[in-house]
């Protein structure tokens, strides 16, 4: 079973484009619980415009913006090995990325360095916009102890996420994909719309004791199968389909108790 992928924010040369050699590389102790993904575009009313042309006045200026928001946190008691007595020697590698560097092409001009963010299959590469460190927790000699560290990259165009194909991922042992009963929808009309017929069986399967008033948000496997089985021995014959109807030289069937009959084999 695969481990725990962590977060990292890499050092990225003044490319934006590759992570520089021997820079800033850090993993994060907690992976974050969520990421905020806003994107910009700059309108504005051409000069001379028409004010009460309402959208045909406006036009695009420039690429736009995509930001990434996101929280860390970190715990010197969660520190399983390399224990530090202050949070601050671990939050300082974060800050490292809002700290300004001399440019190449410009020593006159300085910026902070490119960052790269990439969890799994996220990735965002940007500039460290702003960043927010709160600290808590305090030891007895007032040294901080845990710090969350809420920070924003920006990067200077629309990103457009590339995935690769989709794969599908392969079911569980023990795992069945379930459809949710919306308010108002009956069992007869979700399985409809799966394109199954044998309602009163899949009723029997899920234990709904009335398909015609579900639950909204019950999860019903629309895929269960009937199961079939038959005996024969000294002039009887038995078969039980979901709920179960049995067949002998007098026959009585029922479906979820909505009909029943008596049928005699000579």
């Not at 790269?116 to 590469?125: I, K, L, T």
């Given at each position: ?55 045909g006045g406006r036009q695009f200026v420039g690429e736009g913006t995509t930001k990434l928001a996101l929280q860390l946190w970190f715990d010197v008691n969660a ?188």
């Amino acid at each position: 079973m695969p481990g725990l992928v962590k977060a990292q924010l890499i050092e990225l040369d003044q490319t934006f484009t590759d992570e520089k050699s021997g820079g800033q590389r850090v993993e994060v102790q907690f992976n974050p619980e969520s990421l905020k993904v806003s994107f910009a575009n700059q309108i504005v009313q051409p000069k001379g415009g028409d004010q009460s042309s309402g959208n045909g006045g406006r036009q695009f200026v420039g690429e736009g913006t995509t930001k990434l928001a996101l929280q860390l946190w970190f715990d010197v008691n969660a520190m399983e090995q390399d224990a530090v007595d202050d949070v601050r020697r671990l939050t300082q590698k974060v800050v490292y990325f809002m700290t300004p560097q001399i440019s190449d092409e410009d020593p006159k001009k300085k910026a902070p360095p490119g960052v790269r963010f990439v969890w799994g299959s996220f990735m965002f590469d940007g500039m460290a916009e702003g960043l927010e460190e709160t600290l808590e927790f305090f030891s007895p000699e007032g040294k901080p102890l845990r710090a969350s560290v809420s920070m924003t990259l920006s990067q200077q165009k629309i990103l457009e996420v590339k995935l690769k194909d989709a794969a599908k991922i392969p079911l569980q042992p023990g795992h069945k994909p379930l459809k949710v009963a919306k308010q108002g929808q009956s069992l007869q009309s979700m399985a409809g719309k799966d394109g199954k017929g044998d309602w009163q069986s899949i009723a029997s399967a899920n234990g709904i004791e009335d398909p015609l008033r579900m639950s909204p948000g019950r999860l019903v496997d629309l895929n269960v199968a009937a199961t079939v089985g038959a005996g024969i021995g000294d002039g009887s014959t038995s078969l039980g389909v979901g709920a179960g109807v049995s067949l002998g030289r007098g026959l009585n069937a029922s479906l979820g108790g909505a009909a029943s009959g008596s049928l005699s084999i000579g």
